[in-house]
């Protein structure tokens, strides 16, 4: 199998908004934290647009998924001055800021805000978190239950994503000489396009991707998040 294909390339192969949807999946599945940011973003214009694609306790729970791990690794980092990114952060989640959401979502988001308040006030208590508590009641489960979820929501955009052949394309253009010579702009080098139809691994080759996703996902992500909610409770013991 062929190495990946020149950037410049792929995006004569894939269309823009399917290339965005498989970087926000590959950063999710690759567990880039420091792009999560940016996969929050994405996840919340596709929302807004199509409000239906997952419910509104599905997509707290992604968002509070993402701000979670992101959160978790700023407080590793052992710089206090970057904590400021988290504050802002809980902030947004804050009541009186938050849309007007199901009091069951409500309350989940305040017990999140008090755990991470917790750990940013505690120094002792977020050490012996983040090295003994998180590991084991937290751990890399999370990331395989966020990376579930994910690959439902990012399957349920891409059915979404018709893709039409080059006659109904055509059909979309406009007639005018502006609008053609605008659209000849976007054609690429043609050494560009040289490379993709020569590439056997897009030419003789399928990728293919299990993308099937068990029906308890959601319960899945939820149970680890509980899993988060219990190491608050240990700590509020201590």
Excluded at 11 to 28: C, S
Excluded at 34 to 51: D, Q, R
Excluded at 122 to 151: I, M, Q
């Amino acid at each position: 199998m062929e190495g990946p294909l020149p950037l410049s390339s792929l995006r004569l192969l894939v269309p823009p908004l399917r290339m965005m949807t498989a970087v926000m999946w590959k950063v999710v599945r690759l567990r880039d934290i420091m792009h999560y940011g940016k996969v929050e973003e994405f996840v919340s214009l596709v929302t807004e647009a199509i409000p239906d694609i997952f419910t509104e306790r599905q997509m707290r729970l992604l968002t509070l998924g993402l701000r979670s791990k992101m959160m978790l690794q700023i407080l590793s980092s052992e710089k206090p001055e970057d904590f400021t990114d988290v504050k802002t952060r809980l902030d947004s989640l804050m009541p009186s800021t938050s849309k007007l959401v199901h009091p069951g979502n409500e309350a989940m988001e305040s017990n999140f805000v008090k755990l991470f308040q917790r750990l940013l006030d505690d120094p002792k208590g977020r050490e012996h978190f983040l090295k003994n508590v998180f590991p084991v009641e937290y751990g890399s489960d999370f990331d395989t239950a966020l990376e579930t979820v994910f690959c439902e929501f990012f399957t349920r955009l891409d059915k979404l994503l018709l893709i039409p052949d080059f006659k109904q394309t055509e059909m979309l253009i406009g007639d005018t000489p502006s609008a053609l010579e605008e659209s000849m702009q976007c054609a690429s080098k043609a050494d560009d396009l040289k490379v993709l139809l020569r590439s056997k691994a897009h030419l003789s080759q399928m990728y293919t991707m299990d993308t099937s996703v068990p029906s308890s996902s959601e319960q899945l992500l939820f149970r680890h998040y509980l899993s988060l909610l219990h190491c608050q409770r240990q700590m509020l013991k201590t």
